[in-house]
């Protein structure tokens, strides 16, 4: 008998989780209406220049119509894309489509969406196509004081025209307030972003100017300020005298995919490390903020930063990944210089780990690990904050006896920032059951699928966006800070460029390079590899299960 039928008072889980995601969305509207920057009557123009473009289908135009769906936009607001295709804005959904996921009973509002939504085609240098633009968008909005939001989802190389026409020809009336929303890269080392950021400071006023980095708006990520100054029994640990080493890693599954004409002129170190990584660590580093305002926390990040010497050539591994001739997997078949976007014999780099110190009187001492690789085995994204070893020899027979290392494994505490998020205490424990003291590795764990079952995490750029109406500017990055982690890497980054670090070859689909593990290992970072995570433990997902959970979520 189907119990939901027979009680009136039961809710299907589907009924359920959705309960659980409209009761988060009212408190989140809730926040919003209390916050009161997005100022629900005023109108509201979003313009998402390069438009046509691989990011504006891929993140801005799905994110926009999810929040307008949600209910968190204002409600008089219009959309204008901008790019120099010819094309209509029929012609970008269509192309949006696959990334909008409009479900059927969603389709009226769907629609409401569209029609709000208008396309201008224009030059990124041509003055009087900036003064059209504008007049477009006085008449759509019919005001033109309305707030206006400018995406650029545009390469680096039309930045500095583009803001400068959009400051000179598209302000709004006062009150009407304008904010920007630049993409990384910002530069390509600490020459060209300063340079950028003083063209910037010459049109607008840094609180019109929002720099995204979109690992700030992951769940994981916004959760360490919490996960760290909520719990004091994590704050003693917090230091040189307790942590071992810190590791920061991503690593993708994918190769360039076509995206080599970019991605060549950057390298991975621009690419992942110097900002997504970077910020992570300034993060989970920093010194406890006087509060959670923005201006607070940016403070107590660039303090950090400032702690930290440029990178040695010696901590520093790069490589660039070769096909797999053997593998049964086409796209594994393909190194880095068989994609056609890619110069033939570019000595770029996929993959790069850098070691970094710090030098304040709580991490002297501990290694921070930064690792980051394109086509590797997997897809993930974590923290590893590994404590230094037990004291004394107390275990040390039993261990002999058990254990094929010879050494208890040390504690680890894992923040895993993607796929399915989730917090886990790596501990020892006695193996259950047993008569002696056979000690096996285990966790404490909290799994967020598991935990929070029902509950819908907003993608990043959901809530950064949302984050702009707000006028928050806590997940969005400073030129201060952008200045010390271009300063960080930008010796590194020179030799790269020059070709004088050892470039090594590492198949497609590998697990890493082994050169760089036998140097985290050197700094102190030790992975014994014999820990299982407990899905693999139990045998009941096996990775390519993961994959396709998470191409479903
Ligand atoms: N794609 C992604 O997944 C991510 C992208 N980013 C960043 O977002 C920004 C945009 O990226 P993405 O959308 O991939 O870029 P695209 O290469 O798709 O460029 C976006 C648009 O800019 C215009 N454009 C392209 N090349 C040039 C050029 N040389 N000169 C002038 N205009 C040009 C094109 O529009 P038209 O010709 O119609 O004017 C194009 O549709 C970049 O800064 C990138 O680093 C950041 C994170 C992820
Ligand atoms: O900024 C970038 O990030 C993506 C990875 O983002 P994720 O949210 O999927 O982890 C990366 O593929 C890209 O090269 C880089 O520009």
Same mark, same amino acid.
């Given at each position: 008998?189907?119990?939901?039928?027979?009680?009136? &008072?039961?809710?299907?889980?589907?009924?359920?989780?959705?309960?659980?995601?409209?009761?988060?969305? +009212?408190?989140?509207?809730?926040?919003?209406?209390?916050?009161?920057?997005?100022?629900?009557?005023?109108?509201?123009?979003?313009?998402?220049?390069?438009?046509?473009?691989?990011?504006?289908?891929?993140?801005?135009?799905?994110?926009?119509?999810?929040?307008?769906?949600?209910?968190?936009?204002?409600?008089?607001?219009?959309?204008?894309?901008?790019?120099?295709?010819?094309?209509?804005?029929?012609?970008?959904?269509?192309?949006?489509?696959?990334?909008?996921?409009?479900?059927?009973?969603?389709?009226?509002?769907?629609?409401?969406?569209?029609?709000?939504?208008?396309?201008?085609?224009? &030059?990124?240098?041509? %003055?009087?196509?900036?003064?059209?633009?504008?007049?477009?968008?006085?008449?759509?909005?019919?005001? %033109?004081?309305?707030?206006?939001?400018? #995406? /650029?989802?545009?390469?680096?190389?039309?930045?500095?025209?583009?803001?400068?026409?959009?400051?000179?020809?598209?302000?709004?009336?006062?009150?009407?307030?304008?904010?920007?929303?630049?993409? $990384?890269?910002?530069?390509?080392? /600490?020459?060209?972003?300063?340079?950028?950021?003083?063209? /910037?400071?010459?049109?607008?006023?840094?609180?019109?100017? #929002?720099?995204?980095?979109?690992?700030?708006?992951?769940?994981?990520?916004?959760?360490?300020?919490?996960?760290?100054?909520?719990?004091?029994?994590?704050?003693?640990?917090?230091?040189?005298?307790?942590?071992?080493?810190?590791?920061?890693?991503?690593?993708?599954?994918?190769?360039?995919?076509?995206?080599?004409?970019?991605?060549?002129?950057?390298?991975?170190?621009?690419?992942?490390?110097?900002?997504?990584?970077?910020?992570?660590?300034?993060?989970?580093?920093?010194?406890?903020?006087?509060?959670?305002?923005?201006?607070?926390?940016?403070?107590?990040?660039?303090?950090?930063?400032?702690?930290?010497?440029?990178?040695?050539?010696? !901590?520093?591994?790069?490589?660039? #990944?070769?096909?797999?001739?053997?593998?049964?997997?086409? %796209? &594994?078949?393909?190194?880095?210089?068989?994609?056609?976007?890619?110069?033939?014999?570019?000595?770029?780099?996929?993959?790069?780990? =850098?070691? =970094?110190?710090?030098?304040?009187?709580?991490?002297?001492?501990?290694?921070?690990?930064?690792?980051?690789?394109?086509?590797?085995?997997?897809?993930?994204?974590?923290?590893?904050?590994?404590?230094?070893?037990?004291?004394?020899?107390?275990?040390?027979?039993?261990?002999? +006896?058990? !254990?094929?290392?010879?050494?208890?494994?040390? !504690?680890?505490?894992?923040?895993?920032?993607?796929?399915?998020?989730?917090?886990?205490?790596?501990?020892?424990?006695?193996?259950?059951?047993?008569?002696?003291?056979?000690?096996?590795?285990?966790?404490?764990?909290?799994?967020?699928?598991?935990?929070?079952?029902?509950?819908?995490?907003?993608?990043?750029?959901?809530? /950064?966006?949302?984050?702009?109406?707000?006028?928050? $500017?806590?997940?969005?990055?400073?030129?201060?800070?952008?200045?010390?982690?271009?300063?960080?890497?930008?010796?590194? =980054? +020179?030799?790269?460029?020059?070709?004088?670090?050892?470039?090594?070859?590492?198949?497609?689909?590998?697990?890493?390079?082994? +050169?760089?593990?036998?140097?985290?290992?050197? &700094?102190?970072?030790?992975?014994?590899?014999?820990?299982?995570?407990?899905?693999?433990?139990?045998?009941?997902?096996?990775?390519?299960?993961?994959?396709?959970?998470?191409?479903?979520?």
């Amino acid at each position: 008998m189907d119990e939901n039928k027979s009680n009136p &008072h039961s809710t299907s889980t589907s009924q359920t989780t959705r309960e659980t995601a409209d009761c988060i969305f +009212e408190r989140l509207r809730f926040q919003i209406t209390r916050l009161g920057s997005a100022t629900p009557l005023t109108s509201h123009i979003f313009f998402i220049f390069g438009a046509s473009g691989d990011l504006a289908k891929k993140k801005i135009y799905p994110t926009l119509w999810w929040l307008y769906r949600d209910g968190f936009l204002p409600e008089r607001i219009r959309f204008i894309g901008y790019a120099r295709s010819q094309i209509t804005i029929a012609t970008i959904f269509e192309h949006a489509a696959k990334y909008m996921k409009v479900e059927n009973h969603e389709r009226e509002t769907f629609q409401k969406f569209v029609e709000l939504n208008s396309y201008c085609v224009g &030059h990124y240098d041509v %003055e009087k196509d900036f003064q059209h633009l504008n007049d477009e968008a006085n008449r759509l909005s019919k005001q %033109e004081s309305a707030h206006r939001l400018f #995406y /650029l989802a545009l390469p680096p190389n039309v930045y500095e025209s583009v803001t400068e026409l959009i400051s000179k020809h598209c302000r709004p009336k006062p009150p009407g307030w304008i904010r920007l929303i630049v993409e $990384k890269p910002f530069g390509k080392d /600490l020459q060209s972003s300063n340079k950028l950021s003083e063209h /910037l400071s010459k049109c607008y006023v840094e609180e019109e100017i #929002y720099r995204i980095d979109h690992y700030l708006g992951k769940e994981m990520v916004q959760n360490i300020i919490v996960l760290r100054f909520a719990n004091h029994i994590l704050s003693r640990v917090w230091n040189r005298d307790s942590i071992a080493a810190v590791i920061i890693i991503f690593k993708e599954d994918i190769g360039t995919q076509g995206r080599g004409g970019y991605f060549d002129q950057f390298g991975i170190i621009r690419d992942v490390i110097q900002n997504h990584l970077m910020q992570i660590l300034s993060i989970v580093a920093m010194e406890k903020p006087r509060s959670t305002k923005g201006e607070d926390i940016r403070d107590e990040k660039v303090k950090l930063l400032r702690c930290i010497s440029p990178v040695k050539p010696e !901590d520093v591994v790069i490589g660039q #990944y070769i096909g797999d001739k053997d593998s049964g997997d086409v %796209e &594994h078949q393909q190194g880095y210089l068989d994609d056609k976007t890619v110069p033939d014999n570019s000595t770029t780099p996929t993959y790069a780990q =850098l070691i =970094l110190n710090i030098n304040n009187e709580r991490w002297a001492g501990v290694p921070f690990i930064l690792r980051a690789g394109k086509a590797l085995n997997e897809k993930k994204a974590e923290i590893r904050i590994q404590f230094r070893d037990a004291p004394g020899a107390m275990f040390d027979e039993d261990i002999r +006896e058990n !254990d094929p290392n010879g050494r208890l494994a040390r !504690d680890e505490l894992v923040m895993r920032v993607q796929p399915n998020e989730a917090i886990y205490l790596k501990l020892n424990t006695k193996r259950p059951g047993e008569m002696g003291f056979i000690i096996e590795e285990t966790e404490l764990d909290l799994t967020y699928g598991d935990r929070y079952q029902g509950v819908k995490l907003p993608d990043a750029y959901e809530r /950064l966006i949302l984050d702009v109406f707000m006028g928050s $500017k806590i997940n969005f990055v400073r030129s201060d800070e952008l200045q010390e982690a271009w300063r960080i890497v930008d010796p590194i =980054l +020179e030799l790269v460029d020059q070709k004088k670090l050892p470039l090594i070859p590492y198949k497609f689909g590998v697990f890493g390079i082994p +050169e760089a593990f036998e140097a985290a290992a050197k &700094h102190g970072y030790i992975f014994r590899g014999t820990y299982l995570w407990k899905d693999e433990r139990s045998g009941s997902i096996t990775s390519k299960e993961q994959k396709k959970k998470e191409k479903n979520r």
